[in-house]
């Protein structure tokens, strides 16, 4: 349950998520208002505390909080200053403190944001923890989803990239099993898990096979130091071989639809093209991104400890 | 709320005509069919431009009885009257305090409301506080000409100096009742009955 906040998917049921949906699809409506505002948390304070520089997820997070009127606070101290794990907690409690209703946390360390939830009374939302989990977007995708294709139950969604190291990769394929979807990761070898397929998911080092008859095809970002050598030989071959363009696209479903968290390295996991045009959903990702945050913020922020372990 | 069920009544919901112990039928379908007939005559009364109406429902038992006095306008006059729908919910005064959340519903406003007098259709009034979130809720669509309140029921209880401008029927109840409008089926679609049942809660409308 939700009960501590939002610290992955792998924690949630499938009623949860479905919670979160709704809501979210409710948020959407006040998204295309004219004024874009509603009362519901007035009064209340939401601490970003970012660790790891994000601007995407930052702002998304801070412009869901305004829209339900919080008073929204960006804190983000310099990683230098904060490598002893013992200071990360100090900082969390002298933020507890000052009683914010939520705290969103960012950390490149996996575990950092459940360590501050077991510090503080206010509910912690993992905005994104080393390779570990990033909730929030792939509640955003399931939403996403399920705006175009009306349902998640039963489609195959294959998810294109370095799966050992994305945290968006682990909470999608949490997210897109728990709800019924079949999950596929695609990868050269060196970015695949050993033993993904224990998750429940199918791997694949051919893109080809890894799409074919898929409903979603997902391509991650690639980090590009990481293909300096180690994990790929270069970045025109992975391109080449793992890159998604309309050519590769074609062995998908017909009414396939391509998604990225972004930022995208056009002509890398993604052709130019495809990046910018249907049946690309990016951009609808980053909007449905906010309404997702409104949805989280309204059921978790402000509700204190006790009301939340009630449930 | 409108979606609690009786507690400690773990009989299953009575057949129509039936024997449901702490269940009173206040209004049949007949009879909330009468009543709507009624409010859209007196709205055509009292409203001179009727093509400035915008019909407003409060989810969920007000989005009918908006459609249906919509259905009885075109009837009366034949002007077609826009209907929205509008929830309350993330206008309640009570979220701050109690940590409850409850479930949202849909918003459908399909069009301005600058210029245009809105009448805001509720199942059952008894606070005011419903109300009062509507109307704030109303003002972020933009700045209506004026506001008129319909309620099928009028159960008293107001706590906020909100004054309902067209009733169905007043209905006296105890603060610990439940007034709901419902379908047997659980739907909100015809047959419609308005019912009190004992111990409800507390007055929420």
Known sequence: MMGRGLLGIEDLERSDIERILETAERMQEVGRRDVKKVPTLRGRTIVNLFFEPSTRTRTSFEIAGKRLSADVVNFMPASSSLTKHESILDTAKNLDAMDPDA???RHAVAGVPKRIADELGAPVINAGDGAHEHPTQALLDLLTVREEKGRIDGLTVTIIGDIAHSRVARSDIYAFLKMGAEVRVAAPPTMLPACVESLGVKAFTSLREAIDGADVVMALRIQMERLSGALFPSVREYSATFGVDRAKLRYAKDDAIVMHPGPVNRG???SPDLADHRPSVILDQVRNGVAIRM???Y???GRRRVEREEE | MTND???GNPSPPAQAGGAESDCRVVLDDLAISRALTRIAHEI????EDLGK?????????GVPLARQLAANLHEITGIDTVVGILDTTLYRDDLISSGSRPPLRRTEMPSAVDDRVVILVDDVASTGRTIRAAMDALMDFGRPRGVQVVALVDRGHRELPIKI???GKNIPTKRSELVKLRARDGSYQRPLEVVVLAEGGRADG
């Open chain 2, 165 to 167: 401008d067209y009733v």
């Open chain 2, 53 to 61: 109406l915008y019909l407003v429902g409060v989810p969920n038992g």
């Open chain 1, 268 to 270: 890398v996991e993604l």
């Open chain 1, 295 to 297: 949805a989280v913020l």
């Open chain 1, 103 to 105: 705290v969103v946390v």
């Open chain 2, 5 to 7: 069920s009786p507690r």
């Open chain 2, 44 to 47: 055509v009364e009292r409203n």
């Open chain 1, 299 to 301: 059921l978790l922020a």
